[in-house]
């Protein structure tokens, strides 16, 4: 109906999701809100660059021009622009693909997350006692 049949996976929900990662060119996320977006931290994970809106945690992901591109919400040309740049450079794609994957292992490894949210509360702690 739009013609773009050939190109994008209308998948629904997936448990399998991984499959889903492994074939894609670049993750796009058109949220009106959110928090820190497990979908964009897994598309790092796999080298996949983002379009995202510019809200909530997405910003604290995403380094702009470096890892995929931030733009405001509700603007759709903003939008299918950094797309389009994206979906004809692979070059492009495969050098924020990785400046990604790198961030995502350096920054947020559920490890050094968790260790990082354990500091915070044993700081508490200690500042009731």
Not at 32 to 60: D, H, K, Q
Not at 103 to 129: C, H, P, T, W
Request: proline share 3%; aromatic share 8%; hydrophobic share 40%.
């Amino acid at each position: 109906m739009l013609g773009i049949d050939p190109y994008v996976v209308f998948a629904g929900y997936k448990k399998d999701i991984h499959r889903y990662y492994e074939i894609m060119d670049i993750s796009v996320l058109t949220s009106f809100s959110e928090g820190l977006s497990l979908t964009l931290l897994e598309s790092m994970g796999y080298g996949i660059p983002i379009v995202a809106t510019r809200v909530g945690g997405n910003p604290e992901l995403v380094v702009e021009g470096e890892t995929g591109y931030l733009v405001p919400v509700k603007d759709i040309q903003t939008l299918v622009d950094r797309i389009v740049t994206l979906l004809q450079d692979k070059e492009l794609r495969g050098r924020m693909g990785k400046e990604g994957c790198l961030r995502a292992e350096q920054k947020f490894r559920m490890r050094d997350v968790a260790n990082r949210y354990l500091d915070i509360y044993k700081g508490m702690l200690a500042e009731k006692s």
